[in-house]
């Protein structure tokens, strides 16, 4: 089992800056690939950028390309997304995702509301 555990939301105004954490637990050592997903007010999730957790490859949701940025820590049990000039339209909750070879992890989201 791989426990996620996100933090960092909250309110930001439209062209702050936020980050948000995700803190990985539990047999981590076959995760292979981390993600940020949101879901936003009557909207359905959808992908936000991914991070390969051993080679550090990383790819974004053309919305969001050249704003946000997703890394991992050292020791790669934590995974960060830095959201820089945020939208209105971004306000959602942000999930953690992680794969293994067998199974797909969410935890429990964090959410962001983006407003003046």
């Known amino acids: 089992q791989v426990q996620l555990v996100e933090s960092g939301g909250g309110l930001v105004q439209p062209g702050g800056s936020l980050r948000l954490s995700c803190a990985a637990s539990?047999?981590?050592?076959?995760?292979?690939?981390m993600s940020w997903y949101r879901q936003g007010p009557g909207k359905e999730r959808e992908f936000v950028a991914v991070?390969?957790?051993?080679?550090?490859?990383?790819n974004y949701a053309d919305s969001v390309k050249g704003r946000f940025t997703i890394s991992r820590d050292n020791g790669m049990n934590t995974m960060y997304l830095q959201m820089n000039n945020v939208k209105e339209e971004e306000t959602a909750v942000y999930y953690c995702?992680?794969?293994?070879?067998?199974?797909?992890?969410w935890g429990q989201g964090t959410q962001v509301t983006v407003s003046s």
């Open positions: 539990g047999f981590i050592s076959g995760v292979y690939v």
């Open positions: 991070i390969n957790r051993f080679s550090g490859t990383t």
């Open positions: 995702n992680a794969r293994d070879r067998s199974r797909t992890y």
